[in-house]
């Protein structure tokens, strides 16, 4: 029996796992976003094992706790989905953790920089002092301690590039974080296509960035919309 009072986020957690297949931003049956329970300690709403993105309803999202142990839903739990986002609920405080292997912004964390320049596109500039790298590929996490290894490297962050791997976003509310996961792969988008022209980029200054930054982080409707529209226009998932 799935609790009522999850519904809502549940519902809203399988949104933006479909909305995430609809943009291209998944692969294969890989990959987790996870959500913290509002008011209680170390549990989470994640996505199955098993299941494509694009087929995720609410009641398909499963409640662990920080141990891995399924306390409500059909479904398993992939292992390296519990070690990576429990590590990263539990020690950065964020709600909301989006994990991806996005590939314009994975393909970032293969180049010497590993990460997006937040200065070069408008796009960009929303993530200017937002941004944590781990460079340091350590293989699958398959154990705590690499989960929280790669939680320490957030940590006052909410955007993590992970070298030779993919990237985390995180946040307070799924509406908003979804939106900064986004506009994020737009942003490395339009950073690897300009970088493929050969050209020499060209990018604004820091304190300009910076206040494009704070303009867009100042105001969220934007991306509350975004969401609201997405529910209106994502397809509601396959039966089974």
């Not at 329970?37 to 199955?48: C, F, K, M, Q, T």
Request: glycine share 8%.
């Amino acid at each position: 029996m799935l609790s009522p009072a999850l519904r809502p986020l549940r519902e809203d957690l399988a949104l933006a796992l479909r909305a995430a297949a609809l943009h291209g931003l998944s692969e294969g049956v890989c990959n987790h976003f996870s959500v913290a329970v509002p008011g209680e300690a170390d549990r989470y709403l994640i996505n199955p094992r098993g299941l494509h993105w694009s087929e995720i309803g609410g009641d398909d999202i499963v409640l662990i706790d920080g141990d891995g142990r399924v306390l409500e839903g059909r479904h398993r739990v992939e292992p390296t989905a519990l070690f990576i986002h429990a590590a990263v609920h539990k020690i950065t405080g964020h709600a909301v953790v989006l994990h991806t292997h996005m590939p314009f912004a994975t393909a970032l964390t293969l180049t010497v920089d590993r990460a997006l320049d937040p200065t070069l596109s408008q796009n960009a500039m929303r993530y200017v002092g937002r941004i944590a790298i781990d460079a340091d590929y350590n293989g699958l996490a398959l154990d705590h301690s690499e989960g929280e290894r790669i939680a320490a490297a957030m940590r006052g962050k909410d955007i993590a590039f992970l070298g030779n791997h993919g990237v985390v976003v995180a946040g307070a509310r799924i509406d908003h974080a979804y939106d900064d996961l986004y506009y994020l792969e737009r942003a490395c988008q339009h950073q690897v296509l300009a970088a493929s022209t050969g050209r020499p980029l060209v990018p604004v200054n820091a304190a300009l960035a910076a206040r494009v930054a704070a303009q867009i982080q100042g105001e969220r409707e934007q991306s509350e919309l975004f969401f609201e529209a997405l529910r209106r226009l994502v397809p509601a998932p396959f039966v089974r």
